[in-house]
Nanobody, 121 residues
Framework: QVQLVESGGGSVQAGGSLSLSCAASGSIFSINAMGWYRQAPGKQRELVARITSDGSTNYADSVKGRFTISRDNAKNTVYLQMNSLQPEDTAVYYC???????????????WGQGTQVRVSS
């Protein structure tokens, strides 16, 4: 099994900052990428930021310049620093890991339990 344990999140006023972290553990052979997705009430889950094993990153247009994703490969941990938060950033944020549990298998997606971020105006 692969476990993703998220921490961080909470409530903040607009313009404030929060940070999230997600540590992966369990039976992991290799990790292609880790990232963060979010889902607001009544909306579909969307990509926020993603970082590959070689450090390549991509961000949703709505968070570029405000959010920064980083990763500690030795700890299998991914971080998301969120600055200049706005009410529209309010959502449940989910950690994602794309990887293999065994060699010669197709990469699969694994998800954390989600952490709530609330931004008030």
């Amino acid at each position: 099994q692969v476990q993703l344990v998220e921490s961080g999140g909470g409530s903040v006023q607009a313009g404030g900052s929060l940070s999230l972290s997600c540590a992966a553990s369990g039976s992991i052979f290799s990790i292609n990428a880790m990232g963060w997705y979010r889902q607001a009430p009544g909306k579909q889950r969307e990509l926020v930021a993603r970082i590959t094993s070689d450090g390549s990153t991509n961000y949703a247009d709505s968070v570029k310049g405000r959010f920064t994703i980083s990763r500690d490969n030795a700890k299998n941990t991914v971080y998301l620093q969120m600055n200049s938060l706005q009410p529209e950033d309010t959502a449940v944020y989910y950690c994602n890991l794309e990887g293999r549990r065994r060699i010669y298998t197709v990469p699969e997606d694994y998800w954390g339990q989600g952490t709530q971020v609330r931004v008030s105006s």
